[in-house]
């Protein structure tokens, strides 16, 4: 048995502020423009769709550190900090010289990360006396962490839910539903956007894109109901920084700086969550070492390491902004993985900017790779990742298995941005040989680029 | 919303011992007993089914403190102090003037309390050369705890899941076999006793004393294999309260002390181990208030409030010792509610003697008054209880709705053991209004007890 060590936070030592790196990048991302006139947007022009406060942070690359809000600041206290644990199970199990680190977000009461930013969401949506607020969910772990918030702030919740995951994973539809959400599977026939995409083709299985349309349409089209996101938008990673403000922290207690940070990909936003405050070092010259970031995206929905940086929709109806992004094309549906939350064809923008700018790094996954290595992590720590996180593991694993055969002892950091347990059944699948990779061809690519 | 409030202890004050009541008892449970002599056991006796030193452990009832060992109390340090949390949702939801606190042991990686035994037991057997380990379980929280705890120190795991919740909830089955755990429903062709019980009931749907029945046999048949418990017995009791010895600090760093300590029950583990280092102040003459312990047990599976108290075998075949306890008959088949952990005839001793010496309370529950509990908790707190924790939950609301009658500020202190997330299929049933009430006359109990 290998000795387990994790580091904790005081209460005073959980951040009063978010790091917003859109201050301090020197190439700022492209504004996202509006579809119609092709112009640079406002914050103004987002009101209709976000809350205020929220629109304005989206487009901020001015103020480097933006207040968390008392009240939100107290909720996170309910579960924050999160441990950050040597993964010294999982050094043993792989024979690395390599000291593995991972930040534990699966501790929240969701289960994920997403609940950091859903918090946030539900209170402006609240303070400026919203009574709806609306998303898209795949996995569910973004629901159930804004039903969660919604059902805290006395708000009612809809949520779209990625149909092949409202199928695939029917407990967290029932978590949902606990907190009193109501959840729709999407694409569905209550909104223009879900009809459409249903006509064109009927046995659609749904993708973040499609239910973000619905959820779009369905608040700009109610009274006194606002949209929320639980990635890719700039905002979103913004609340997420308090995975990487407080992991600074508790690294410096365990007395190590991190040679690479490696996070899973969907949207970005666990991945900046972790990676952007420790890039920041970057920008005030304090450094200590030329840190890798690595986002660990899955094979079968590679828009980082194969996709285009372009301007794109965000969803795939064409409701939202363009935006200036890496992207497989809005209309892409990627295969049906187990890790839901990664099924989405575009990344943020300030990620994209960064991946542009080679500041950061991408790896691409297959399936039974992420379950092997989540696998082992499980057997190895006793907790069983989200098939999002698995991704994560897995990068983790190359690169520990890279410093076995160097000799190095290089200090990794990964994001377990969640636990499986609402997974079993992918895990189930995993054990019984019954789950494939999915594989992309270029032309593939190439014509789902051009639709 | 309302404010969250936890307390966490610093590492250096997780407990160095184990408190063992039967030392301070005034009346010490009476002896197990060698059922083919009816002479008191030794430990000796009880070497060929468990651990030494856990044989030891069971029969103590001189040494108050039992030392934790280094490497168990490294592991306890991976997720201990679990949180302690002022429900202040729940108050607020309840309207009642009552401060209720939880102690969460939903956090441990296994989402439940019964990790805090796994450790030690796997522990003692690899210590004692030990190579297979053996238990049974129910719905599946100590069976995934133990199988962690086996992988921890690489023994092989064999577990027994009661039919039902093996059908019921399949996905605790899949984490069990993710830690590489062997799992059989129960009862199986596989054993002597499992096939006596098939034969004589062909659609016998199992229950925690026909699983214990298998493991038993299989631990005695097996060279180099042990059987582990994970409820009942009371070095289980005994390693349980490092839940009681945090909760005891937390309370005191809250400023308060509980005028009630409530948890669920089926065999008693969880509900001594928060209970039984309060009680600890009555003996030392420290206590600074009455507090009452009220043991919350299914109406379906009442051994406690309509149960008798005598000697009778801890399993369904009569594999074992006989055990001075509170009882609905060695035979006896509870219905298939959900909370599959409290589905278990008897009492363990410690707890009975307490009860027969009015140290102590119970309460019953019905199946949907703990869902209806479970899901105000869950939307008032934002963590789904397993369906055996939301008992403990409406007997705390039983008494928080007290005070809101009598304007008193009563202190409640009950024990989540554990998180729900793995039972989201009865919650789903619960909310569609498929769960049922199980009632039992006095006829079926007094039928039971002459069985």
Not at 127 to 143: F, L, P, Y
Not at 350 to 369: P, R
Not at 382 to 390: K, M, R
């Amino acid at each position: 048995m290998s000795q387990k060590k994790r580091y904790l936070l005081d209460e005073e030592q959980i951040p009063r502020y978010w790091y917003n790196i859109q201050a301090d990048m020197t190439t700022k991302p492209m504004p996202p423009l509006n579809p119609a006139t092709h112009q640079p947007l406002t914050p103004e022009d987002l009101y209709p769709i976000f809350a205020k406060e929220l629109c304005r942070q989206e487009l901020n690359q001015t103020d480097r550190w933006i207040e968390i809000p008392d009240a939100v600041r107290e909720m996170y206290k309910y579960y924050r900090s999160t441990p950050l644990v040597r993964a010294t199970g999982l050094e043993k199990a792989l024979g690395t010289p390599a000291h593995i680190y991972f930040k534990n977000e699966s501790v929240s009461p969701m289960g994920s990360h997403k609940l950091n930013s859903a918090i946030p969401q539900a209170y402006y949506c609240k303070e400026e006396g919203v009574t709806n607020i609306t998303t898209e969910t795949g996995a569910g772990q973004w629901g159930a962490s804004l039903a969660y918030a919604a059902s805290l702030f006395g708000l009612e919740a809809a949520v779209y839910q990625v149909k092949i995951s409202y199928e695939q994973k029917p407990y967290r539809r029932s978590i949902m539903q606990t907190f009193g959400a109501q959840v729709t599977p999407s694409p569905s026939m209550s909104t223009r956007a879900g009809k459409d995409i249903l006509t064109a083709h009927p046995h659609h299985q749904g993708s973040l894109g499609t239910a973000i349309s619905e959820a779009v349409e369905l608040a700009m089209t109610t009274p006194n109901c606002k949209y929320t996101l639980g990635s890719v938008l700039s905002h979103v990673s913004l609340h997420q920084t308090v995975i990487g403000l407080e992991a600074e922290k508790q690294m410096e207690m365990a007395g190590e700086y991190p040679d690479i940070v490696i996070a899973c990909f969907g949207g970005g936003s666990n991945f900046g969550g972790l990676a952007f405050p420790f890039m920041r070092h970057r920008y005030e010259g304090t450094a200590p070492k030329a840190t890798r970031f690595i986002a660990a995206e899955p094979a079968s929905c590679p828009k980082l390491t194969r996709g285009e940086f372009r301007y794109d929709f965000g969803d795939e109806a064409g409701l939202t902004p363009l935006l200036p992004m890496f992207t497989l094309g809005h209309n892409f549906t990627p295969a049906n993985i187990h890790a839901g939350g990664l099924r989405y064809h575009g990344a943020g923008v300030i990620v994209s900017q960064l991946l542009k700018d080679k500041l950061m790094e991408a790896v691409d996954i297959d399936q039974l790779e992420s379950f092997a290595a989540g696998t082992l992590f499980a057997r190895a720590e006793g907790i069983i990742p989200a098939p999002e996180s698995c991704h994560a593991i897995a990068a983790t694993i190359k690169e520990a298995q890279k410093c076995k055969e160097t000799g190095e002892k290089k200090v990794i950091l990964f994001n377990l941005s969640g636990h499986g347990l609402i997974d079993m059944s992918a895990y189930d699948q995993y054990l019984a040989g019954n789950l494939v990779n999915y594989t992309l061809s270029d032309d593939d690519i190439r014509k789902s680029l051009k639709d």
